[in-house]
């Protein structure tokens, strides 16, 4: 990523933007296809064609070396972790709307900024924890649409639980990936989890990737496996890496609180509701939390080997 002359940690704050608007992409259109197609067998495909680009670009790139899969079993683990997060997503969105799914990801900054504490001794700051308490504020008002009765009565459902489970995932994974890196170059890197997700979710699941009906997929639908795959998935994981590597762990999760307000855009333009104008001020506060964020209160020590860069 070529950004001129910014600094390491604002280049990974710029790549986290770009994440949670085609993140929040995910929740929405992900929504439509849903109960089309398994879940398993839906994320199985779906890296399947991100690993492929993703192989494709390390192979041309940095090139594909073996001494970059040594230790193999950590590209297992972030496998397992993140695939857990994918299958688990579109299974709560059978039932659950993209709004409230969006809801249940904001928790994944605190759960993420724990783990960070347990894997890595990331310590949260009092004003870290402040701007999280004020994103956290911001996007649950975006999400009920600044309607105090509807944030008293929400009621969890199962779609929303499943969900929780997956963000428990993706909030272990964050950390982990900094600390499982050995300088690999990102896409070779990006590449091996990729390709122990596939292998883990065709291990566990290859009856109902068989028994899945693709032919009823329209073209639609198969343009929202294409997003999902390339920029909800290969981009994404791109990003997220390339964040991890300059940016605390909470730091980096707290764009999670953008994504209900990038959910609400994507649901106006997909032509479902326009939010009221109270919503702003929710908005409001999730761009202030990120300026809280933006301010760093120690130097930061990038772990950004000159092959990383991406």
């Not at 496998?79 to 659950?96: N, P, S």
């Not at 883990?200 to 068989?210: A, F, K, S």
């Not at 032919?215 to 290969?234: K, P, R």
Request: with cysteine.
């Amino acid at each position: 990523m070529a950004l001129g002359g910014l600094s390491e940690p604002r280049k990974g704050h710029l790549a986290m933007l770009l994440f949670s608007a085609l993140v929040a992409g995910s929740f929405s259109f992900g929504s439509l296809i849903a109960n089309k197609i398994d879940p398993v067998a839906l994320t199985a495909v779906r890296f399947v064609i991100a690993g492929t680009v993703i192989g494709i670009a390390a192979a041309v790139g940095p090139g594909l070396r073996l001494a970059s899969f040594r230790a193999p079993w950590r590209y297992a683990i972030l496998g397992a972790l993140f695939a857990a997060y994918f299958v688990l997503m579109f299974e709560g969105l059978k039932t659950a709307p993209p709004v409230s799914t969006a809801a249940v990801f904001t928790l994944t900054p605190v759960l993420s900024a724990g783990f960070g504490w347990l894997l890595l001794r990331q310590i949260t700051t009092p004003r870290m924890a402040l701007a999280l308490a004020v994103g956290a504020a911001g996007a649950l008002w975006v999400i009920f649409r600044a309607d105090l009765a509807a944030l008293l009565a929400f009621d969890v459902g199962r779609g929303e639980t499943v969900y929780f489970i997956g963000c428990i995932a993706h909030a272990v994974f964050t950390p982990l990936l900094r600390r499982l890196s050995r300088g690999e170059p990102a896409l070779v890197f990006n590449f091996g989890v990729m390709v122990a997700m596939v292998v883990l979710l065709v291990g566990y699941g290859w009856r109902d990737i068989l028994a899945a009906d693709w032919a009823a997929l329209t073209f639609s639908d198969w343009l929202i496996v294409l997003y999902v795959s390339l920029f909800a998935s290969a981009l994404t994981f791109l990003l997220l890496r390339y964040a991890t590597l300059r940016l605390p762990s909470a730091k980096v999760m707290a764009y999670t609180y953008l994504t209900p307000s990038w959910v609400i855009g994507w649901e106006v333009v997909l032509g479902h509701g326009v939010p009221g104008v109270l919503t702003l001020v929710g908005v409001a506060l999730t761009i202030a939390a990120l300026w809280m964020l933006l301010k760093d209160e120690e130097p930061v020590q990038p772990a950004v080997p000159s092959s990383s860069s991406t």
